[in-house]
């Protein structure tokens, strides 16, 4: 028999569809929010198999007491000689009819085990590279595979099954643990997505790996199925690969674009912020001050007074460069004492201010000439201004 699980729906709840090339067979659902209860208790949650009508074939059972003893023993499989996880009593409609579960006999050595009405079912898993493959044994011999590829969209898993001809009556418990398997390894509790895709390599190491035979469906199934289904697992392999090299092409696009972008802003700011200021002389500080409504006197041989009604300011010429930048630092250490529990300032190169509640303090140093300023505080705004006009 030839199969196909496909999850039909990851937001808000799990489904599958479970179908063959007559049409779709069975449905499942598991459980989706992420519950974070004591002792593994949010497991208690039933995995749910219908038939093509409604009708339940199979649901579980989930021993809280059972699985918590067992995973309390760390590394019990090195003395006991196995270690059982995942433990759910699969329920028919007569009862308890088997159940699901992995075990750990050594290290490297774990495998998942299908327990149905007396009978005994295997399976080792193996990752390839974009599958991964389970190989089930009854009695020595391969009966089935299941194929998962690894590259996903939103979400949705897709499982195939190939199962012998003379098991087909396994078939509704292997299409069921497929429902398991992906609850337990691929469930994805709570989260919705949409758009998203994944693109997955792995592999395996574990001595198991035997187990899995690449010419096992080619043995069983002949070439011509073989080769279609290499064909369909590549083609959605492929699919979902060119979406995601898509979606990485415009983010690609989008996040240098967003690069050049600052950088070209930064660039423009650093310009900005570290050009070459130009000093302005005696007259030139004169008619820039008076166009805005300030009176200009000379204070000193070497210092402008520029001020109104409510402040004033100052215009310092120094002899040289370096005198005017010691006597910046020597004002903006004064301004730096002024501070208080609540201030804000700002400290570049060649400028240094200061707002308090009660005073902004400004000195601004181009070459050998400095602003400077100590004006009450709701005036800052206006001291800004004139700093612009001189554009220090």
Known sequence: MIAKVTQTQANGKNCFEISTSTGVLFYAQTSWMNINLPFDAQNIRELV??????????????????????????????YAGEQRFGQYSVIGKN????????????????????????????????????????????????????????????????????LSADRDELFPIIAFFCVYFDYQKYNRAGEIVAKKTEVNLRYTLDKNNKFYNPDWIKNEFGKAEADRFKSELKAHNQRVSNKFRKKLKIFAIVYFSLLAFFLLLFGILCIWFFQPKTPVDAAEFTDRLESLGYQVESYSEDTLRAYNKNFELFFHISDTEEEAEELYNSIKEDFEDKKTEKCSYSSWPDSYQLKTNNAFYLVCCVENTLLIAEVPAEYADEVKDIRDAIEY
């Open 95 to 162: 009862g308890i009819e088997g159940s699901f579960y992995s075990r750990q006999d050594g290290f490297f050595d774990k495998k998942y085990c299908i327990e149905k009405n007396g009978r005994f079912v295997l399976g080792y898993s193996i990752s390839k590279g974009s599958f991964e493959a389970i190989s089930f044994y009854e009695g020595g011999r391969q009966i089935a595979q299941i194929t998962k590829p690894l590259n996903v969209e939103d979400n949705l898993d897709v499982y195939f099954i190939h």
């Open 49 to 78: 198999f219908t038939d093509c009508n409604g009708e339940v074939v199979y649901t579980t059972s989930y021993s809280v007491i059972e699985n918590t003893l067992e995973r309390a023993l760390p590394f019990k499989y090195l």
